[in-house]
């Protein structure tokens, strides 16, 4: 069976097709500061990409991560309230990575670089807004769901319309 991931950041939807088909949509939040490939722009990257790596398989729901790691602390309102600013990547993250050399790969436009993730957030509120800081946020069940979906080596478009 042969898997693709679409992300439609007008529609801030991501598309999960099996064989060609639609097999799941999701509703997800891109950068709140709109498309682009530059370092530091805080803007969510476009065109092709890999699923680079998967990290948080097995971890329960809500994990926070730091640097890719499991944190072993589980997100609640507490935490939020202390860290009101955090920008928390919670559950699961598949890492992108860019595949068009100078779009998305290498130099100052590199995916992988400015660790770029489909991951979980505690902003689940306002996802299907334009609201992040250049990842892909989804509701921490819907992350996890897909997360099972995907492989490692996965192409993964996301649109520029």
Known sequence: MRTQLIIDTQQQTLLLLQNGALFK???ISTAQKGLGEQKNSFQTPRGWHIIRAKIGQNQ????I???RRS???IYNPKLAAKHPNTDWILSRILWLSGVEKFKNRLGNTDTMQRYIYIHGTSD????GKANSMGCIRMKNSDIIELFDFVLVGQFVFITYI
Do not use: L
């Open 71 to 73: 944190t072993k602390q």
């Open 65 to 67: 991560f730091k640097a």
């Open 124 to 127: 689940e509120q306002n996802i």
């Open 60 to 63: 329960p729901i809500y994990t």
């Open 25 to 27: 949509s999701y509703a």
